[in-house]
């Protein structure tokens, strides 16, 4: 437990930066709890933070407020990093805690934030799915264990599973089914990994991932691309696995129908401006493909769990064939190692925490097969803990960097309504070569506002609580070509740094998210840095924009000088076909081993370009269908994206708008 001194300068802290109104003990129990749960490497990061700051935090709240802010642009990156933990923190604790109905929240009503609909359903026709648990030094027999149940394994237990094989599944997080989400931005921390708040070792990209039966796709946005042609051919070249393109097509429609993925038939007012943007300029837009349609009124809530049941995640369409076919589901059950003997592995030892609050610890035997999907962060760690030996495991990691702004209209946006994301924008995709951003919005609910908009004392707060509803946020989503590595031990380090190349790409990308804001009819626009650019309509010309390119070269990604954020991680044990420079071979198997196989984001040779949920799931049906025979869908006819050529961002290359019928989109 965080002891009473740490809690008085976190007291100090918080009464300093959030505004008066704030329910301090509430968002002091988050901020202790979410400490208290990180590693013991961040705990003690955050404790001697704590222990720095016990004797200035003794002084008057503004001499406070002060220090804080000066921590926040300080040239030591430390200090930066300091002042990053502790705003976050606050800001996402201040905004987003409520009482467990949904009331109570200080700032709603200023912000227009109606928390929870009011149209949840009491119960949907999903019921939740049987749970098993273990017992101490018990032992349970299948045919396959799956270790995760996210994109890839959720995808890898249900093909076994159809295949006819006995399946556990093997889930740290918890279960919810549709009826327990209670769409309560603080109930997040239950459904991510590190409780929300994980990031890189210098807190400089903030790394969501989700950490809950279904993994991502219980809480992502839904948007489901297939891997672009060229990118396609790109990975066959690095990975050496020719006609892998090819090979994707089918498990790639296979997926597609039975997740009903198919061009948005909504748009929020937030995905409009990209539209409108876009076809204002003349540039590329269409709708986004997603895995939930017709939504309640487009909803916007699925970053906490699906309340009504339309949303496709593993859980709700592949784990159920799990049970269907004799298998077992353990939640809050954590994979510690695989068993190994020579090259097979026997079975799993799992750690579970049953209802009771009791630990218990029992092993899975597999007759035939170990799947990794722990996920791109998770499953180096627990290779390296079962013995796997290979020096590319854990280097080879890509983030999809994203930065954002604000863009503020006369009319309200809400921008925590409608569809997740509805629209995108290839048109500076490819900058340099197949490398580039994608320009998509991001759904803001308050705590996820206050913690990405700058702060520069309570007046932030106070000039953005009436703007918030007319806000929209757009990313620029960039394919990184230079991975950071993440450390095999269990503290997991992330070190990431964003080379030149890339830091190029997204602030081109950034550029374009002002010229697509501006041409909707964008009053002003705001980046999210320390020291925030903001220019407004009037000022927006070409020597402007040449400008903006200059500041924010100088501002640079150096860590916690703006917020960058991460929700793709891909890349730590790639697929390849030397044992060399890949950790899985092309079956998925991790080389040296005839059965231990890795289905998730981690076996991706470079970064997808694209939003990677639907590629990691056709992956992984690739992966299984090498091993069981699988019903292969024929592909269907699929419209072939446009190539976007390389050039001038705002030259016309192609517009499909709303009005004009959507080709649909797999680019
Ligand atoms: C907020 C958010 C929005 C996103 N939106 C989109 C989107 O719209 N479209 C898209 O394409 N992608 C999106 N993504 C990314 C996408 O969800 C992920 O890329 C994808 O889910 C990763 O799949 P995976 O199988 O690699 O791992 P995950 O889906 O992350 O699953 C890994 C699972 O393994 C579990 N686990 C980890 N370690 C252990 C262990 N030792 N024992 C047992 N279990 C363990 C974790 O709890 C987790 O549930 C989003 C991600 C986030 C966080």
Redesign the pocket.
Known sequence: MIAARHLTTLRKVVEALAPPETRVDRVLGQMATTIDGSSPGRRAEALQLLDLLALPMRLGVGTRRKILLAMADSPVAKLRTGFALLKRLTMSYAFSESDADGTGNPFWAALGYPGPRGDRPEATSFPQLPLSYGTDGGRVSADVVV???????GIAAGGFARAGKRVIV????KAFAPGQVQQLEQNMSEM??DRGVAATDDLGVAI?????LG???K???????RLEDDVAAEWEAESGIHGLGRELAPHYAAIERELEIAPSREQAVKDQVILDGAKALGVHAAAMPRNAQNCSGGCGYC?FGCAYDKKRSTDREYLPDVVANGGAIYVQ???LRVVTVGSRASGVEVEQRLPSGEIVRFTVDAKEFVVS????L?TPG?LARSGVRNPVLGKRLFLHPVQSVVAFFDHPIEAWNGP??SAYSNAWSRRTGNYGAKIETAPMHPGLMFVAIPYAGPESITEMLPKAKYATTLISLTRDRDPGSIDLDDEAQIHYRLSAFDEANLFEGLAGCFDIAFAAGANEVWTMHNRQIRISKDDWNAGRRAMLAEQLRAIGTDSNRGITFS???MGTAPMGSDPRTSVVDAAGRVWGYDNLLVC???VFPQASAV????T?MAMARRIVAQHVPLVVEEAKPIEAPEAVPAGAPLAAQHLETLAAPQAYPTA
């Open positions: 270790v995760g149940s996210g994109a890839g394994g093997i889930e740290a997080g991510y990994l969501l991932a989700g950490s809950a993994g991502g796709t809480i992502n946005w839904c948007t489901s691309f970053g059950a954590k994979a999907s722990a996920g791109t998770r627990l997740m994301q929700a793709h991680q998730d984001g981690s939003n990677p949920m639907l990691i």
